[in-house]
């Protein structure tokens, strides 16, 4: 279906018309159209104009509104100040609008003109650690890009850049080696938490015997050696820490309820085979040179504390191999085998200085160009309560699943509290959507490069910006068309709208323009921030305008529950791109 014109872009429309019959010499000029709070829509474009004229910015706006002829999209335009236009729409053009956006089933999103392939690098838990507070950001922020880019029409090709070598994994190895029954598990199957615990008790008795017996600290050496030279017996070790911690890592992301496959875990040793080449190409092209046996590329505007230039180090002197060169060969491998046209990195905005020089060295070597851009959306630190980094009781980073599960705990009590008829399987089920949304809109309710607290008696709150908030009103309106009867959303362009009426059905046109800024600017939080409105606006309007009782008129019942359908509709359709589900009972 052709993509639904929201009634912004119609009021754009005629007011460009008008003002190339009033002023032809002013060619296609721009009306700067924008919502008002002092009318629907304000136009600012004629002051610019006037100045490129050399006239009057309030008579050339008189002259132009009296060059608009009466039509059913414009109410009323106002000459406001120096030239701005305040305009109000109809009553018959907002639900017209909306009767158009209702018959599709992508709600007036446009898809984008410029769709490409991106690839975003997001969710990269290490392998044989357990997931703490400080992945949860990375999985959020990067997997509602992921849906929000999708629904717009963007290929979108996910990676989850594993931690998956290094020379830990010798340490690992070695004793996994010496203690082969360590990783043995009793029962056939085993949950995502058992096999964590058992790499964190390895890890741990690993490390213990690493530090203190230095026979096995020099075995444990020769094993990175031997794994980075691909020793099969060594390798099928390996490979037995990275199984292991996929049960965990896929456990978490389910309760995280996030959807994560195993062809798009490429960590970093996907990359090996192309370290070398990488390190040749960048040597031979002059964009990475020798200092002090290390492969270095430099930058002139980035230097130490000391003034000396800080350069990116691809290969080390000893011959082994830095992030750098598996960040450089994964761009080669997006750019050159995925076709990507944009490479999205979701990482900590504390690894911005790396990303920078890793994007500079790969636009040198013309790996990036006009044709294919890299951006790294930064994030911020998750706060505790004080507004310190956050921590246990005893200073220790907060488990993950440990965060969830008190998330999902408060949700499930909040739920209990307000429930009437659910059953504790529905209360269970209830709790985990409501404190998994909870967490996510927490999240994406900040703008991504901001720190934000970590607060779970706000996150699960029915007040507020919050998306408990969100979740009770869809929920409010579903129930309404369980008290319907045989009434029927059906839109009616010829009554006449209350003003929260008004004020819903002109936000309500807003959605595809919000979820097309959204992935323009890599930007999930001002989605949230439309649906928090979005709901706000919606509560207004069921206070002020009745649906149900006292019952109104037949066509205005109607006209309402048409716009609770289409408001309900928006608030799944958000929700969902922010990975939060919506439940129909609470």
């Known amino acids: 279906m052709a993509s639904v014109p929201s009634l912004a872009s119609t009021v754009q429309q005629r007011l460009a018309e008008g003002l190339s019959a009033a002023l032809p010499e002013a060619g296609s000029a721009d009306p700067l159209l ?28 008189t002259k132009v509104v009296e060059g608009i002829p009466a039509n059913d999209v414009l109410k009323e335009i106002e000459v406001s100040g120096p030239g701005f236009l305040n305009i109000t729409v109809t009553d018959e053009a907002i639900v017209r609008t909306l009767a158009a956006r209702a018959l599709d089933d992508r709600l007036g999103v446009p898809f984008a003109a410029d769709a490409g392939t991106t690839v975003i690098d997001y969710a990269q838990p290490n392998v044989a650690k357990e997931m703490h507070v400080g992945h949860l950001r990375s999985a959020v922020i990067g997997a509602a890009m992921v849906e929000i880019l999708e629904f717009t029409g963007e290929k979108v090709v996910r990676r989850h850049h594993i931690g998956d070598w290094g020379t830990q994994f010798g340490m690992l190895i070695q004793y996994l080696e010496e203690h082969p029954h360590e990783l043995d598990h009793k029962d056939a199957e085993v949950s995502g938490e058992e096999a964590m615990s058992n790499l964190d008790r390895l ?43 996929k049960i965990y890592f896929f456990s978490v992301f389910e309760k995280l309820d996030m959807d994560i496959r195993d062809p798009d875990i490429v960590g970093e040793s996907g990359y090996n085979d192309m370290l070398t080449e990488t390190c040749r190409i960048l040597e031979e092209s002059g964009v990475a ?23 990116l180090i691809v290969q080390k002197s000893d011959g082994g191999f830095g992030y750098a060169a598996t960040d450089l060969s994964a761009i080669r491998d997006r750019v050159g085998n995925l076709k990507a046209t944009t490479l999205l990195y979701v990482v900590d905005a504390r690894q911005s200085l790396h990303f920078k020089m890793v994007f500079e060295t790969a636009r040198r070597a013309g790996w990036l160009n006009e044709d294919v851009k890299a951006v790294q959306l930064a994030f911020g630190t998750v706060l505790g309560k004080d507004g310190k980094p956050f921590k246990t009781r005893e200073g220790e980073t907060v488990r993950l699943v440990d965060l969830l599960d008190e998330a999902i705990d408060r949700a499930a009590s909040v ?15 209830r709790g985990a959507q409501v404190g998994i949304g909870a967490v996510k809109y927490a999240d994406l309710s900040t703008s991504a490069a901001r720190d934000y607290k970590f607060d779970l008696d706000q996150m699960v709150s029915l007040n507020g910006d919050t998306s408990v908030y969100l979740q009770y009103a869809y929920a409010r309106i579903k129930s309404i068309f369980g008290k319907a009867g045989d009434r029927t959303p059906l839109a009616h362009p ?29 930007a999930p939080h001002k989605l ?42 928006t608030l799944h359709q958000g929700m969902a791109l922010l990975g939060i589900r919506t439940p129909e009972r609470l």
């Open 34 to 61: 924008r919502r008002s709070d002092r009318a629907d829509f304000q136009a600012n474009g004629i002051l610019a104009l006037a100045k490129q004229l050399k006239g009057n910015p309030r008579e050339l706006a």
């Open 203 to 245: 890890y741990k008795a690993a490390r213990k015997f690493f530090d203190s017996d230095e026979e096995f600290k020099t075995r444990a050496r020769r094993r990175v050696v031997d794994l980075q030279a691909g020793d099969p017996q060594t390798l099928a070790m390996w490979q037995k820490f990275v199984d292991e911690s």
């Open 289 to 311: 040179v020798r200092s002090n046996g290390a492969l270095c590329v430099f930058f002139d505007d980035i230097k130490g504390p000391d003034g000396n230039p800080t350069p």
């Open 415 to 429: 739920v209990r509290e307000k429930a009437r008829d659910l059953t504790e399987d529905e209360i269970a089920e």
């Open 494 to 522: 010829e009554l006449e709208l209350a003003p929260a009426e008004r004020a819903l059905g002109l936000h309500l046109d807003q959605f595809g323009e919000t979820v097309a800024e959204a992935a323009a600017e890599y």
């Open 528 to 569: 949230a921030a439309y649906l928090y409105q979005l709901a706000s606006l919606y509560t207004t309007f069921y206070d002020q305008c009745p649906v149900i009782k006292p019952e109104p008129p037949k066509e205005v019942a109607e006209n309402r529950l048409f716009i609770c359908d289409l408001t309900a509709r």
